[in-house]
């Protein structure tokens, strides 16, 4: 069985989405007339199908075959993204978004094509990756998905791989669809969506127009039993440790420097809990083993925030082909997509400062309210403003129009494409930093009352002016000229050796306005421009009938960190007519992106060991258990370079029999230079660690010595109260793995079975 006829198979297998060769043939004239075409990973137009680098095809029929309702869906199942990806949950700046990570790599290592061309870059994703939630499912042909290296081919982000969506081009004809799934549960997750796909075709040309709208529901973290709050299997229940789903900020006093720094309760009531005084989200008193005699009101947020989100999208997409001679052909796309999204959170935790000592009194309904002295505050959950909405609207804008020629001596293609990614952000429900200072009351002794906002009493009503609007409008925007010169060059004893060369021009843009609130510090945001250049080639060498030799090369010129250059090379070996053999080799990198070079400081709450407090209090370093939930602000590197890679693979392709066939192939990926933050509790355990090795009486070092920009802040009790952090070429990453597959057909006179493992 020869390779040079097409393989095309996929099935599920797992529960995933699985590609596999199954033999098809490609023509039943000889092979000087048989079409030669173009496949993810290489510019050079082939009559084989199977290369040199292996390529996953996921087609539309597979998809619906599946169930999946989304081409978001159908990657993120698919066994190639075998260590998951974000999908859009909610509780997040990122809910209308989903990604594929190929090789568990970062979904900014995966390029995502629309018909070969870079799709729009999210600014919600900091312009460093595609969001596969908005591609119109029913205007898709086919997908296809390399699971190799190939900056040498496309440029920056294709360290892990390439995921090329093919769009319908011949459709002719109307198709209608309309879908419903209710999950029988307890409440959300309903989805349905509806689609018109119209083509009309003539010997000139087609023309291919699809509209497309989803909608679903969202669902809350207490709706499912897996994610509402429950107490760790054989653990104390009257211990916050003890508890998943419940955060300490509900309503909780802190004493502050006068009173040791400790959590208390707001009320001494020995026969009212905090459910009776704060209502049915609220659990306690819980005690601390981290800190022993403190007791806290905690908060069940899983009652209130969405697991997954409220969503609903409208896509279109028009595909036009025209034959302007026998030699010439004009492509034109136009693509827009709206999804908006709604995210529900929790209502937001505070941390309210006192301007005075709290003195102890009871209320009028016989509550007895803790004395707090000077200096102390309130871990305060303001569910009397409600809960944190987000309105997300995502619009994408994505314009092409292509030419592609022959000539007797060469090949020609060129094109200019144009995407455009505009955001607007609308949340309600969030807190005033500092207001919430200036509307707390006092005692009055004329009046032998306490006048104004009590915090602390349920039954007094809080003033306006604590919560604010959170509001962000964000545009990504690329555009790129490229073309570039296909040749035969000269004979080989298997065929003509094959050149191309090309050279494109790509003009990127990052525009982050947030208001006034976040301009603090709230929400990452920044503006940046830059222009990038580029020279490629690619050739192919057909060493002899049953061995070709492949090599690429590329460099790419950024105005805003320098260049970089990226070869590959690849080859594949027909041992036997059904056996191939294929290995490849490449170097790539992804660009920082605008936002990681020009962000604001971004200031989020985090989950941080305190190594620190288990070393003052002697119970060493290993094995602490303390951990504080405080606010890390995350700082931005003008200096940062690019993160480089190197790839291997090795894999053989067997069709056993005509109806039974496999694939194995073992793949390597290392990365250095990867750019991210210091994991925020190995900055607490080097700090400990340089106090532990500090000889006696000495100035203790600073962890800024050893890692610059980061800095940790304490208060007296020893918790930790702040953090800062900063962007860094630091991370290494090696990955490796072998990718099997199998699949078999069974013709039958009930029909033909297929059957596929992955």
């Known amino acids: 069985m020869r390779f040079n006829k097409v393989a095309k198979l996929v099935s599920l297998a797992c529960g995933g989405v699985v590609a596999l060769s199954v033999p098809v043939n490609a023509a039943e004239n000889d092979e000087d007339t048989v079409e030669r075409i173009e496949v993810t990973g290489s510019r050079i137009k082939r009559v084989d199908m199977e290369g040199a680098s292996p390529v996953t095809t996921i087609t539309a029929e597979d998809m619906a075959n599946a169930g999946f309702s989304t081409v978001g869906d159908a990657l993120r199942a698919s066994t190639l993204n075998s260590f998951g990806s974000y999908g859009g949950t909610s509780n997040n700046s990122w809910s209308s978004q989903a990604t594929i990570a190929l090789k568990g790599a970062d979904p900014s290592h995966t390029l995502i094509l629309l018909d070969g061309k870079r799709m729009a870059k999210s600014p919600v994703l900091g312009g460093g990756a595609t969001n596969i939630n908005t591609i119109p499912t029913d205007a898709v042909e086919r997908i296809e998905i390399l699971s190799d290296g190939a900056s040498a081919i496309y440029g920056t982000d294709v360290i892990a791989g390439v995921i090329n969506i093919i769009l319908k081009k011949d459709f002719e004809g109307i198709e209608v669809k309309v879908r419903a799934e209710e999950p029988d549960a307890e409440g959300g997750g309903d989805n349905h969506s509806a689609s ?136 034109a796309r136009a693509y827009w997509a709206s999804n908006k999204t709604t995210d529900v959170s929790a209502p937001i935790p505070g941390y309210i400062q006192f301007p005075q000592a709290m003195p102890a009194y009871t209320t009028a309904e016989g509550l007895d309210l803790r004395a707090v002295p000077e200096g102390g505050a309130m871990l305060y959950r303001f569910d009397t403003a409600g809960n944190r909405v987000r309105e997300s609207t995502d619009n994408i804008y994505d314009f092409l129009i292509g030419l592609d020629g022959t000539t007797d001596s060469f090949d020609w293609n060129a094109s200019v494409s144009y995407n455009k990614y505009d955001v607007f952000k609308w949340g309600t429900g969030y807190q005033l930093i500092g207001a919430t200072t200036d509307l707390v009351g006092a005692w009055d002794d004329d009046t032998n009352s306490f006048e104004g906002w009590d915090p602390r009493d349920p039954n007094s009503e809080m003033p306006g002016g604590a919560t604010a609007n959170s509001d962000a409008r964000l545009t990504s925007s690329a555009l790129e000229i490229d073309g570039g010169l296909s040749f035969e060059l000269f004979e080989l004893a298997g065929g003509s050796t094959g050149l191309y060369v090309g050279a494109s021009y790509r003009e990127e843009k990052l525009d982050s306005q947030v208001d006034a609130l976040d301009e603090a510090g709230l929400i990452a945001g920044g503006s940046g421009e830059r222009d990038v250049k580029a020279i490629f080639m690619e050739m192919a060498f057909p060493v002899l009938d049953n061995l070709e030799l492949n090599i690429a090369a590329r460099y790419d010129e950024y105005s805003d960190f ?40 971004s200031v989020g709450y985090n989950n941080v060991t305190n190594y620190l407090k288990c070393y003052e209090d002697g119970m060493g370093i290993d094995g602490c258990d303390i951990v504080d939930n405080i606010p890390v602000s995350i700082g931005r590197n003008e200096n940062l370079g690019p993160e480089e890679s190197e790839s291997y693979n090795l894999g053989m392709v067997w069709d056993i029999t005509d109806n039974f066939n496999m694939s194995v192939d073992y793949w390597s990926l290392e990365t250095e230079g990867l750019i991210g933050s210091l994991n925020n509790s190995e900055i607490t355990r080097t700090q400990a660690e340089l106090w532990a090795a500090d000889a006696a009486g000495q100035p203790r070092p600073d962890v800024s010595a050893i890692y610059p920009g980061t800095s940790i802040s304490q208060n007296g009790a020893g918790k930790l109260t702040r953090m800062d952090n900063v962007l860094q070429n630091i991370g290494l990453s090696e990955r490796q793995g072998v990718d099997t597959k199998f699949a078999s057909t069974f013709e039958t006179e009930v029909g033909d079975f297929k059957l596929g493992l992955a």
Request: glycine content about 10%.
């Open 562 to 601: 320098g260049g970089t250059f990226n070869p590959q090379v690849s080859v594949r070996y027909n041992v036997l007519e059904p056996l191939l053999i294929r290995a490849s080799w490449g170097a790539g990198f992804r660009a920082p992106t605008l936002e990681d070079l020009n962000q604001s400081t």
């Open 196 to 331: 018109f796909t119209g083509g009309l075709s003539s010997d000139k040309g087609n023309l291919m127009f699809t509209i497309e709208h989803f909608k679903k529901s969202g669902i809350t973290f207490a709706e499912r039993p897996y994610t509402a709050a429950h107490v760790k299997n054989g653990q104390d229940p009257s211990d916050y440790r003890s508890w998943i789903g419940l955060s300490q900020t509900g309503r909780t006093l802190d004493m502050g420097p006068n009173g040791g720094w400790e959590y208390q309760t707001p009320f001494t009531n020995s026969d009212l809990n905090c459910a009776d005084v704060y209502g049915s989200n609220f659990t306690g008193s819980l005690s601390d083993r981290a800190y022993p005699g403190e007791t806290s009101c905690a908060y069940d947020y899983t009652k209130a925030a969405y697991n997954d989100v409220d969503q609903e999208r409208t896509s279109t997409l028009i595909n036009y082909t025209y034959s302007l001679s026998d030699d010439i052909e004009l492509t």
